[in-house]
């Protein structure tokens, strides 16, 4: 593994390692070593040209606690708000040493541009491109789903998952339904017709259009946040009807299994698709998968980059 | 390849090394055992209930991975990270032995001293492990050792140990250069 770009590039056995690793990360980091030396001495560039709190702190706070030095660079207040190019400005990161780059990007397809066209020698990481993809974050929501539901299995063989909202804008949704249903779990997406991608039924997962079919029968619930900052149309009649039919509130709460829990990628609408007793009930593991969400990206840069590449090829 | 340890002598290796522990620790009270995995934890576990039998005591015994202290890592592809458990009473105070089985540049004892300065303040270090093959690149000796085996640089040393490989033995072969 040189970049990590999409979770359809992971073989199942890599996208566990991760997983694994993680777990381990994660009991180190818990105990009494909060810092290790283990990638002291190597510069990541966290380049955010769309706005992002927890995925750009996240990733910060992994390459910190791995001894990595970070520099911050976001989209307003650099030059690419002065129209500076995605080449100009890898090839600047380039030339003052970047062994990575963590990149958030509202085109589909820029950290493969930048992966593919060798400006850079470094490791890319997609943070999130446009509608495309988002795998850190489906990594760390296998990760938070097998440590509540697996009970010990290396895998997510028998669950249920269901993927609730704006499928249509979500690169969450996305790089859920690969990750997941590789590890063996049965998704369900649940959004009002207009919110589904065109080909959805061609993914590996059943779809439905009326939550309260699905609410009582899924191990897990996994609401997405509408996004308004992508909506140039109108794609259901108004907000209190989305929230009545498609929202997450106390009466469907009350309907999930017992074990069952409830996620959100974040940033959450309170009252649009979540309501704020479901977000802070105790079904609730959303500020959880912010916790495991260090872990996973401590892994991910542990497994990019504290290795030879080269050698693995090699040997 | 030759059988540098048969299982009889690996066994009576680990009895004489609890004895020594206890010997120069006068007793297992202070003792707290730290096996390097993945052989290492074996060893450990291994050399702790071997002193139980001696003394008649709980021994303190676990585990210390020191991947993410390596300084050669960048030398590999990225290795497997195994789980670090410190037993209830810590290292504070205490007299930490560390455990490996072959002891050879002495670069992963370095990166468990760094590993284990993290975790706490040991009153004393001591290092235990069962075949020592020369070739130290950085000043550190072992206290206690199963058998010291003059190797050149090229020969590769095998430890086999029931728990994974179905069988206790030390082999030496030759390498390919």
Redesign the interface.
């Known amino acids: 593994m040189r970049h990590l770009l999409s979770i359809s590039d992971l073989t199942k056995v890599e996208a566990l390692s991760i997983l694994n690793t993680a777990e381990t990360l994660s009991r180190v980091s818990d105990g009494p070593m909060k810092k290790l030396p283990t990638l002291r001495g190597r510069t990541i560039v966290n380049l955010f040209a769309e706005d992002s709190t927890r995925t750009r702190i996240s990733f910060e706070a992994a390459a910190k606690r791995l001894s990595a030095d970070v520099i911050n660079f976001s989209a307003k207040g650099s030059s690419v708000s002065k129209g500076e190019s995605l080449k100009d400005t890898a090839q600047t990161l380039q030339a003052m040493g970047a062994d990575a780059v963590i990149i958030r990007h509202s085109a589909s397809g820029a950290a493969q541009t930048l992966a593919d066209n060798q400006w850079m020698s470094g490791s890319v990481i997609n943070a999130g491109d446009g509608t495309h993809e988002h795998p850190s974050q489906a990594l760390l929501d296998a990760f938070t789903i097998r440590k509540h539901l697996a009970h010990g299995n290396d895998d997510l063989t028998g669950l249920r998952v269901a993927i609730v909202g704006d499928i249509l804008h979500s690169r969450v949704a996305r790089s859920n339904v690969l990750l997941l249903t590789m590890l063996g779990a049965h998704v369900t997406l649940v959004a009002p017709p207009t919110l589904l991608p065109v080909g959805v039924e061609s993914w590996p997962v059943t779809i439905s259009y009326n939550f309260d079919d699905v609410i009582e029968s899924v191990d897990a619930v996994m609401m997405l946040r509408i996004q308004l900052e992508r909506m140039s149309e109108m794609f259901f009649p108004n907000a209190r009807e989305y929230s009545r039919y498609f929202g997450l509130n106390k009466d469907r709460l009350v309907k999930m299994k017992q074990s069952a829990i409830v996620m959100h990628p974040g940033p959450m609408n309170r009252g649009l698709e979540i309501t704020a007793d479901s977000a802070d009930s105790a079904r609730s593991v959303i500020l959880e998968q912010v916790t495991n969400g260090v872990s996973v990206r401590m892994a991910i840069l542990y497994l990019l980059l504290a290795g030879s590449q080269e050698l693995e090829i090699a040997q | 390849m030759s059988l540098a340890l048969p299982a009889p002598d690996m066994a009576r290796a680990i009895t004489r090394i609890s004895h020594e522990i206890l010997e120069r620790n006068s007793g297992s009270n202070s003792i707290t055992l730290l096996g390097i995995p993945t052989r290492g934890a074996h060893l450990a576990s291994r050399i702790a209930s071997s002193m139980r039998e001696i003394d008649g005591k709980e021994i303190q015994c676990g585990t210390l ?1 020191i991947t ?2 390596r300084d050669d ?12 458990n ?1 037993p209830a009473l810590g290292v504070e105070g205490r007299d930490v032995i560390l455990v490996d089985d072959v002891l050879f540049s002495g670069r992963t004892i370095r990166a468990a001293l ?2 284990l300065g ?3 303040r040991p009153r004393s270090v001591q290092l235990a492990v069962l075949v020592d093959r020369g070739h130290r690149q950085l000043p550190i000796r072992a206290d206690y050792v199963g058998k010291n085996l003059p190797t050149s640089i090229s020969q590769v040393i095998k430890v086999h140990m029931t728990e994974l490989d179905g069988v206790d033995e030390v082999t030496l072969e030759d390498g390919d250069a």
């Open positions: 991975d993410l202290h890592l960048r030398l590999r592809p990225p290795r497997a990270l195994m789980p670090t410190i760094d590993a993290e975790i706490g």
